[in-house]
């Protein structure tokens, strides 16, 4: 099984960043865990702060690969153009917030990919990439 997991802008700074909110481990060191784990899968991994960017990897993966893991950050509220490049592609997608974005601002309660998703997982912390990779794996 191959899965792709797509970061959004500032996931880069996990472990770094408002430490209350998102932990104290970096993505990489928990996705060398998953890897271990479940290491019958194939991950790729691509993070970017930069919206088109997001947008090339979903669509290089995005025919090939058996599932999409994405959290798109910042642009889950903002990014029309993320949406519609997840409901052009054939690779189902798990989006995934490590908080749960509906107890914070207002703003946030909005998601221009959650339409688009097979499913969504918000507010579980970083297992909620374990909890859409195993969705992918019973399916």
Known sequence: MRIAIINGPNLNLLGKRETDIYGNMSFEKYLDGLKIKYSEVEFSYYQSNVEGELINEIQRVGF????????????????????????????PVIEVH???????????????????????????????????LLWFLDK
């Open 64 to 91: 090939e690969y058996d599932g999409i893991i994405i959290n798109p950050g910042g642009y889950t509220h903002t990014s029309v153009a993320l949406g519609d490049a997840i409901a052009a592609i054939k690779t």
């Open 98 to 132: 490590i908080s749960n974005v509906h107890t914070r601002e207002d703003f946030r309660k909005l998601s221009h990919v959650s339409g688009k998703s097979a499913g969504s997982i918000f507010g579980l912390g970083l297992k909620g990439y374990e909890l859409a």
